[in-house]
């Protein structure tokens, strides 16, 4: 009987059909379909696990609970009030911060009227002697006036009470802080600002007048970054202010603050999914293999005569064949 098949089963059962393996063939047609069904259900199931392992990489770095650096959380600033009444007695202590504390002060005076900041000279420096440069040292010394020795060797302290209480004495104090610019330029263009008016990818350099803690920020940093703060302290006080009214699950972290950070360990997430997702179908194909039964090896005489039940089998088989 000379019969076409399409197919390694269709084959295996006209050769078996006297040999007693159709039953064999069947089987292992259908460990073949449970295979086929169990990976289909694993890619189906690959995006789940990427969510999952992506999560868990994430989760790794979440704070507990909001660190507290400072004192200068959003709800808590300090008193923009200067003290009232005669200033401490300036002995050597006092007399040396007072003076580093000038000396992150530019030389600011007003000539013909204009406005000028001379970066390259300090607010105690011999040739800045304007009227402007000495209201400014006063000024400094009477926000400062609150604080004691060991506060003033605080750059922390310092910075926030200048901040607070020198800086709103007059608009052109903004403008004369001798600050690392090249802190500063990383600050801006590295960090991203937390504020819900925001895109989620924006950085302090992009962020407009409309965000609050871009304002205050922009202003701050100058301030830190003159009086001694690295960018590293400078950071980790705006992580600890913007999670400071935050519950535990919805703290930030650093790398959210740094996406070039973020970038540079990208890699990581896919590398664990496609490990676990690797994995699982290296499992899935050796507990296949262990259940696929072995076909025997039959030989088939080309010459033997067919039986009637057998002829039926084969025909009934192929009557079952949509192509047949």
Sequence with gaps: MHVRARSFVSIRTVACADRGCIRTAAVAQFASQRFAGALGFMLRLLPILLVLVARLALAE????????????????????????????????????????????????????????????????????????????????????????????????????????????????????????????DWFMKNVRCVCDGCKPTIFFSKCGLSCAPAIVYKLRAKVFLAFGFTTDELLDYYLADMNAQRPPREQITRDYLLPGKQREKGWLVPALAFGVVSLALVWLLRRWARRKPNAPDVVVDPAAPVSDAARRKVEAALDDDPEW
Excluded: I
């Excluded at 009444?85 to 007072?98: K, N």
């Excluded at 060991?150 to 001798?178: G, I, T």
């Design 61 to 184: 770095d979440a704070p507990a609970d909001a660190p507290e650096q400072h004192s200068g959380a959003a709800s808590h600033r300090l008193d923009a009030t200067l003290p009232t009444g005669p200033l401490p007695a300036r002995d050597s202590a006092r007399d040396a911060a007072l003076q580093a504390a000038e000396d992150h002060l530019a030389c600011a005076c007003y000539a013909a009227g204009d406005f000028q900041v001379d970066l390259q000279k300090g607010a105690r420096a011999s040739g800045c002697s304007c009227p402007f440069a000495a209201r400014m040292r006063q000024d400094l010394e009477r926000s400062l006036a609150g604080l004691t020795n060991a506060e003033l060797a605080d750059k922390r302290v310092v910075a926030e009470h200048v901040e607070a209480k020198f800086v709103p004495l007059q608009p052109e104090y903004e403008r004369v802080f001798r600050y690392p610019r090249d802190r500063m």
